[in-house]
């Protein structure tokens, strides 16, 4: 299936993306105006944002839930509600206390109803089995592609205006949010007839209940060693993007040069994202994810063991942004394969929360290390040791369809 073929809500689910995760990768550039704003030091921000991505993943579950219960286009909207309400009531504050509130949960809960899972879910049951991989790389490269979409763009909005209208303005971007919503049930009643027509996938089992989704998950073991892969992906993907720059800086290096690192992180992703799906839908995708977990351990042990330079850097964001969130379509993939899509967005959900727990060790022991050893080195060989753990874990995973699922193809 070509990709200009998607069904619509495939292309409303990555402009959702563009807005919701391009805003959000835009945070950082607004730490130092609102910490002079409250003169609280850069702290306090950090652990606003810090909050913010703990409350991500902890919501990330439940709204699972409720989206494939309730449907992901009012989920959707509730979390554009909740993400714009967020940026405008910070726009506002008097208070720096309040943004615990504003920045952290409302905005949290906001990207939890509005990012990857809620929209992979959704697009798992209008896109055929086979093809899935493949748009879930797609959307994954959208999330990177908001990053170049929105910074440039805030950063100008800023210069011009101040920060509390550029949250104002994210504010009315989210509203374009809702306006794709209201297409999305006419698009997904539109997807899923298409489906019925040329899908070769399982039937999918509405008689399921929830509690039995999850049961069946739990005891699986191989939906553990996926949890267990995305967790070192999380520690992968928040230890560097916290403390790549400082590294950079204690090796002499000036601060654009991490600017540039991060930069070819963000450009690469776009195409690494999507070459990892596509990967997936040809290969098996355990072995792809074991691939792309090897490279990860070459690539930071000889980041780690050459020269640093602007070159090496340059070499290195490039290289990790390559398979930075490849992860993202396979291991939505490989839950899809094996459980369906009438829960994925729960099961994908738990998973992610397992991810934003690595994310949250990653960037905090990162920084517990050296201030305990005055290097990165030991943290640095750490992840090293933990992405060839990664590519073992996904080998003995077994990633057929459950035997209920089976049982329904058979029954077809």
Not at 41 to 64: D, H, M
Not at 160 to 184: G, H, P, R
Not at 225 to 235: K, N, Q, R, S, T
Not at 381 to 399: Q, Y
């Amino acid at each position: 299936m070509s990709i200009f073929r998607f069904p619509l809500l495939v292309w409303l689910g990555i402009g959702t993306l563009i807005i919701s995760l391009g805003i959000r990768q835009s945070f950082g550039i607004f730490m130092m105006p609102i910490s002079d704003s409250f003169n609280t030091g850069r702290e306090f921000f950090s652990f606003t944002i810090a909050l913010q991505n703990l409350l991500f993943g902890l919501f990330q579950p439940f709204v699972g839930m409720a989206a494939d219960r309730w449907g992901s286009r009012r989920i959707i909207t509730v979390g554009a509600i909740s993400y714009a309400a967020g940026l405008y009531l910070t726009s506002f504050a008097t208070d720096p206390s309040i943004l615990y509130v504003t920045f952290g949960a409302l905005i949290g809960f906001g990207l939890s109803a509005t990012s990857y899972v809620i929209i992979l879910g959704s697009i798992a049951r209008v896109v055929p089995a086979e093809h899935t991989a493949k748009a879930f790389g797609l959307t994954t490269a959208a999330g990177s592609f908001g990053m170049f979409a929105v910074i440039p763009g805030a950063q100008s909005l800023m210069n011009t205006y101040d920060w509390q209208t550029t949250l104002q303005i994210f504010a009315l971007a989210c509203c374009v949010i809702i306006a794709f919503t209201s297409f999305m049930k006419t698009a997904n009643k539109e997807a899923k007839s298409s489906l019925k027509a040329v899908s070769t996938a399982p039937k999918m089992d509405d008689t399921q209940t929830l509690r039995e989704a999850l049961k069946e998950a739990f005891n699986n073991k191989s939906y553990w060693l996926i949890h267990a892969g995305f967790f070192v992906c999380g520690f992968h993907v928040m230890f560097i993007a916290t403390h790549l720059p400082s590294y950079l800086a204690d090796k002499g290096l000036p601060g654009s040069t991490a600017a540039m690192a991060l930069a070819y992180v963000g450009i690469f992703n776009i195409f690494g994202s999507y070459f990892w799906g596509v990967m997936g839908d040809k290969f098996d995708k355990r072995y792809v994810m074991t691939s792309l977990y090897l490279i990860r351990t070459v690539v930071i042990a000889a980041f780690v063991t050459l020269p640093v330079t602007v070159d090496t850097a340059a070499i290195f964001g490039g290289a990790i942004g390559f398979c930075w969130l490849g992860t993202v379509p396979l291991t939505s993939g490989l839950v899809r394969q094996m459980f369906g899509a009438r829960y994925m967005s729960t099961l994908y959900g738990l998973v992610f929360f397992t991810h934003q727990v690595g994310s949250f060790l990653g960037a905090w022991v990162g920084g517990r290390i050296y201030d305990y050893y005055g290097s990165y080195e030991p943290i640095w060989w750490s992840t090293v040791f933990l992405a060839f753990c990664a590519a073992l874990i996904h080998l003995p995973i077994n990633d057929k369809p459950v035997p209920r699922l089976t049982a329904l193809s058979t029954a077809a």
